[in-house]
């Protein structure tokens, strides 16, 4: 298949961003009630801004200074703003403890800087707009800025090519992360977030040496079997999907609505990136511009060497070393 020089660059662009993939820059602020209406505040994971630094708006009935929130008879309800989300912080977590009952936790992110706090009782029809807005950006922001998996997609498609099989692989691989998202949001799984980078990095170069079998005129696994190669795959990568929900400490009757939403914007981002491939696969295509020769495997090497960076540098958190 011809495929565009250009990815090279792409490639390469991808290795200083990725090794820490899925570390968001996330901040954690608890907020635990002592008495009706009246909560002490802690950032329980510190943003990278800087607490005081962060524009933290509460609903105008109540009076916050850290450690203390006062929201009186009326209770903490209503709109909570962070102003300045950004690059250094691009989420974050609200959880409320509250003297009884079960606790309650809200994201807040750059897509979505403000959110209705729920009381005690059902929530509304405009929570659960705004959960689903929450969310589903959540899952877009999360696919289009992990790179890992994008790359992984992108080495699907080259080996794939265009047509039924690439609809099948793509399927199979969109059912392995949503059936392993949702086992691992609701704990029936579990891995440590390190050593499932580092599978996740390995699964690309695996790609990566499909494609040069490929280009020599071998029949790889991916080749005979991508369906079967995709959905397998899939499984790994939707428990690193997980991990962006993990510690985020959504409350119960909130989860399964959270975590259709944040499937659904991962979808989203995915499709759109693949529609964007095949676009720009169509577009080579007319321009009749070919790789020969040993210049055709320069981007599959380069997709190769990149993962492996990636894979060695997370095996070293993996053993603490780095």
């Known amino acids: 298949m011809r495929i565009l020089a250009a990815w090279t660059i792409v490639s390469a662009f991808f290795a200083p961003i990725a090794v820490h993939a899925h570390e968001s820059s996330l901040g954690a602020l608890e907020l635990r ?7 002490v505040a802690r950032w329980t994971i510190e943003p990278t801004i800087g ?52 606790a309650r936790s809200y994201t807040i992110t750059t897509a979505n800087p403000t959110v209705s706090i729920l009381g005690p ?6 929570s659960w707009i705004e959960l689903g807005a929450t969310y589903l950006n959540y899952g877009v922001d999360h696919i289009l800025l992990g790179a890992d998996h994008l ?21 199979a691989f969109t059912i392995g992360h949503s059936a392993s998202l949702a086992a691992a949001a609701f704990g029936l799984v579990g891995v440590p977030e390190r050593p499932l980078n580092a599978c996740i990095a390995l699964s690309i170069v695996f790609v990566g040496v499909e494609i040069v079998k490929k280009r020599r005129g071998e029949a790889g696994l991916t080749a005979r079997y991508p369906s079967a190669v995709a959905g397998a795959f899939g499984l790994v990568h939707g ?13 119960s009757r909130l989860l399964p609505a959270a ?23 169509w577009a080579h295509r007319r321009l009749g511009a070919v790789l ?5 495997l ?10 492996m960076f990636w894979f060695i540098g997370r095996l070293l958190r993996v053993l603490e070393l780095d």
């Open 121 to 126: 009782g059902a929530p509304s029809l405009q």
């Open 259 to 281: 975590l259709a939403f944040f499937n659904l914007g991962v979808e989203i981002g995915q499709l759109a990136f693949v529609l964007l491939t095949l676009s720009l696969l």
């Open 33 to 39: 009630e002592v008495r009706h209406g009246a909560y």
């Open 298 to 307: 320069v981007p599959a090497y380069a997709i190769g060497s990149v993962a």
């Open 239 to 251: 428990v690193g999907f997980a991990s962006a929900l993990a510690g985020l400490g959504i409350e």
């Open 151 to 171: 790359l992984f997609v992108f080495g699907l498609i080259w080996i794939v090519g265009v047509g039924r099989r690439l609809i099948g692989t793509i399927t």
């Open 292 to 296: 020969t020769g040993w210049g055709g």
């Open 51 to 102: 607490a005081a630094r962060v524009d933290l708006r509460m609903p105008p009935h109540c009076f916050f200074r850290l450690p203390e929130l006062d929201c009186g008879e009326k209770g903490l309800v209503g709109a909570l703003t962070i102003g300045n989300l950004g690059s250094r912080m691009s989420a974050a977590l609200i959880k409320i403890i509250p003297m009884e009952g079960e």
